[in-house]
């Protein structure tokens, strides 16, 4: 595997189930990032994690639960999720958390919330 | 608050007829601009950092400007494979509250 990967692809889920998405990166960084892409709105950030420690949490919603146990890997935990959460939720990775540098992104997580 | 401002938001061009997309942000002297591409139900691939004003980066049909205000991405000769959203972001904020912030994108069509 290189670069960002993400699973699983794609996800539906009642608004009572619980579900994890998994990210990876293999590039060696020690910073990633989880955001949310909705239709006809920029990138949300939404979690931030340099060196294994949360260093943003953008006004996230409790019902989204990020956990980064080492640098490689990121998940982002589901609970009772709203119709409004269905979106494409992405993953990335970059050196380390400074905006100035690179961020690599992975193929994505489609949710539909049902 | 800063900005990221992208446009057009559509853009449909014939294959070879050359144009320009247009990145523009509230914050002067921003320093570190990203384009990224993004195809359909995929994550954005990375495609030009640029620092300073007056730098410039090629890649294959794409280049990538920057003044102190706005970046530009210009398209030569496209080809449909070149079709895609093409996304900006630049780090605004300060300090600890700095973070990478995208535009809401260009989308471009490239027919025959």
């Known amino acids: 595997e290189t670069g960002v990967t993400q699973t699983p692809r794609h996800l539906v889920m009642g608004m009572t189930n619980k579900k994890s998405l998994k990210c990876e990166q293999h590039?060696?960084?020690?910073?990633m990032y989880w955001y949310k892409q909705s239709a006809k709105k920029p990138l949300e950030l939404m979690f931030v994690?340099?060196?294994?420690?949360?260093?943003e949490n953008n006004s996230v919603p409790s019902r989204f639960s990020p956990e980064c146990p080492n640098s490689s890997h990121l998940f982002l935990h589901l609970h009772t999720l709203q119709p409004e959460d269905s979106a494409l939720y992405l993953c990335?990775?970059?050196?380390?958390?400074?905006?100035?540098?690179?961020?690599?992104f992975g193929p994505g997580t489609r949710l539909t919330v049902l | 608050e800063d900005q990221v401002t992208q446009s057009p938001e559509a853009l449909r061009l014939q294959e070879g007829e050359s144009s320009s997309l247009n990145c523009s942000y509230t914050?002067?002297?921003?320093?570190?601009l990203f384009w990224y591409r993004q195809d359909p139900g995929k994550g954005p691939e990375f495609l030009f950092t640029?620092?300073?004003a007056g730098e410039e980066k090629e890649k294959e049909r794409l280049k990538a400007t920057l003044t102190k205000k706005e970046s530009f991405l210009h398209i030569t000769a496209p080809k449909p494979e070149d079709s895609a959203t093409y996304l900006c972001?630049?780090?605004?904020?300060?300090?600890?509250?700095?973070?990478?912030?995208f535009g809401t994108g260009t989308r471009l069509q490239v027919t025959l």
């Open positions: 990335a990775s970059s050196q380390d958390g400074d905006p100035h540098n690179e961020q690599f």
């Open positions: 972001a630049g780090p605004l904020g300060t300090g600890t509250a700095s973070k990478l912030t």
């Open positions: 640029l620092y300073s």
């Open positions: 914050v002067s002297g921003l320093r570190g």
């Open positions: 994690y340099n060196f294994k420690e949360q260093t």
């Open positions: 590039l060696g960084h020690n910073a």
